[in-house]
């Protein structure tokens, strides 16, 4: 059975970088079938996606947080990270790592919709 | 972006009532499109992908339509388990979510 774990400090302050990293078990992050990403929900609030990468180290980012986001890859440990930079209050929230389908459009494939996830890790962000 | 509105943003049903939720897209999104449930202090369970493609697991009483711009995601009759909140996802080019719809008891 495939299983997502995330791990990373719960406490970050202000203007910091927040990094987490997202331990896949039960399965090989480099399957051809599949991306991995991140999505958060802030407290009491909807869902929003992040980004994703492809174990080649194709990402995708949502425009909002393009310029402070960073997903990357570690194939040997079957792990995959996230950092965000210059954080604020407003990035205080749940984060969850997944697993994505893959969607074929337009001549590309994308990520599509999320079969796996983790538990989710509190981030919370504060002086 | 692409915005998903979902409509609407709370609903109290009883054991037994058919409930449909709606989402709209701000563009056509083909049927790129899937739902989730959510219960409180949980991750998401994936329902239904490429808008009416039940994921396997899912009860049949779940149901999804749609195509372009609206969506919907029906519970043909509501059971205790099913009270919990609902997304619907785009994953046209860059992914976004609903902001929820509330399912309550009545």
């Known amino acids: 059975q495939l299983r997502l774990q995330e791990s990373g400090p719960g406490l970050v302050k202000p203007s910091e970088t927040l990094s987490l990293t997202c331990t896949v078990s039960g399965g090989s992050i480099t399957s051809s079938s599949y991306y991995w990403g991140w999505i958060r929900q802030p407290p009491e609030k909807g869902l929003e996606w992040i980004g994703s990468?492809?174990?080649?180290?194709?990402?995708h980012y949502t425009p909002s947080l393009e310029s402070r986001v960073t997903i990357s890859v570690d194939t040997s440990k079957n792990q995959f990270s996230l950092r965000l930079s210059s954080v604020t209050a407003a990035d205080t929230a749940v984060y969850y790592c997944a697993r994505f389908l893959m969607s074929y459009g337009s001549g590309s494939y994308s990520p599509a919709q999320v079969d796996y996830w983790g538990q989710g890790t509190l981030v919370t962000v504060s002086s | 972006d692409i915005r998903m509105t979902q409509s609407p943003s709370t609903l109290s049903a009883s054991v037994g009532d058919r409930v449909t939720i709606t989402c709209r897209a701000s563009?056509?999104?083909?049927?790129?499109l899937a739902w989730y449930q959510q219960k409180p202090g949980k991750a998401p369970k994936l329902l239904i992908y490429?808008?009416?493609i039940l994921e396997s697991g899912v009860p049949s009483r779940f149901s999804g339509s749609g195509s372009g711009t609206e969506f919907t995601l029906t519970i043909s009759s509501l059971q205790p388990d099913d009270f919990a909140t609902y997304y619907c996802?785009?994953?046209?080019?860059?992914?976004?979510f609903g902001q929820g719809t509330k399912v309550e008891i009545k």
């Open positions: 996802q785009q994953y046209s080019g860059y992914s976004t």
């Open positions: 563009q056509s999104i083909s049927s790129w």
């Open positions: 990468i492809y174990y080649s180290g194709t990402t």
């Open positions: 490429k808008a009416s």
